[in-house]
């Protein structure tokens, strides 16, 4: 089954700065990926989703991702942090070979200094 | 709209006791989930359902028992809870296979096995 990696299970930047968390997947077959969000005592929420066409995927709150088949990764940005974006993210990964099988990475937590 | 709803909120058990936890979504979904999450491993889908009247194995299974006797319900029970069980249960739904159609999550449930 692929999984996914996330690396930094905690990353800190200043409010205005740009965003960075890094997710990789292990996969021969491309495979379809997402990013999930998850604010403190509540459940997750999709902010995006790669499943076919183009690589520059655009989600929720000024969120993109970019899908690199060469580099196995999937990496998810935005421009200037904002002290709302605090939480935990998750990138995601599920099977094509069996569409029920979801694979969560564990998790980055996001820290944004005033 | 309430969306995907989770009782109880929070549960202390003995080891050996057992409990019962009820997942019940508004959305008119097929699909539903249910998943732990633990520190530094993300979400693990314990079972899932496609329909009414169906259930299937997720990646952790054991010492779980799940029915969807109803569309709208997914209970999810424990015989006899294990500290290893201690965790935060999430259920989720979706429309369609999930690759197609974003999870809905609840709040989640914190048990804690004594």
């Known amino acids: 089954a692929q999984s996914v990696t996330q690396l930094g299970s905690h990353v800190s930047v200043s409010e205005g700065a740009l965003v960075l968390l890094r997710c990789n997947y292990s996969?021969?077959?491309?495979?379809?990926l997402f990013w999930y969000v998850q604010y403190p005592n509540q459940g997750l929420q999709l902010l995006l989703k790669?499943?076919?066409?183009?690589?520059l995927v655009k989600g929720i709150n000024g969120f993109e991702a970019e899908f690199k088949k060469s580099e196995t990764s999937f990496h998810l940005t935005k421009p200037s942090a904002h002290m709302s974006d605090a939480a935990e993210y998750f990138c995601?990964?599920?099977?094509?070979?069996?569409?029920?099988?979801?694979?969560f990475g564990a998790g980055t937590r996001l820290t944004v200094k005033p | 709209n309430a969306g995907v709803t989770q009782t109880p909120k929070f549960r202390v058990l003995k080891t050996g006791q057992s409990m019962t936890l009820l997942c019940a979504q508004d959305?008119?979904?097929?699909?539903m989930y249910w998943y732990r999450q633990d520190p530094g491993m993300g979400l693990r889908l314990i079972h899932y359902?496609?329909?009414?009247?169906?259930?299937a194995k997720g990646e952790v299974p054991d010492g779980y028992n799940v029915s969807r006797l109803k569309k709208q319900n997914f209970l999810l029970g424990l015989e006899s809870a294990a500290p290893s069980q201690t965790s935060v249960y999430f259920c989720?739904?979706?429309?369609?296979?999930?690759?197609?159609?974003?999870?809905?999550f609840g709040n989640g449930t914190r048990l804690t096995v004594t």
């Open positions: 359902s496609v329909g009414e009247g169906t259930t």
């Open positions: 996969s021969s077959v491309p495979p379809y």
């Open positions: 790669y499943t076919t066409g183009a690589t």
């Open positions: 989720a739904s979706s429309f369609r296979v999930s690759y197609n159609s974003p999870l809905h």
């Open positions: 995601a990964v599920i099977s094509i070979y069996n569409n029920n099988d979801m694979r």
């Open positions: 959305m008119n979904h097929e699909y």
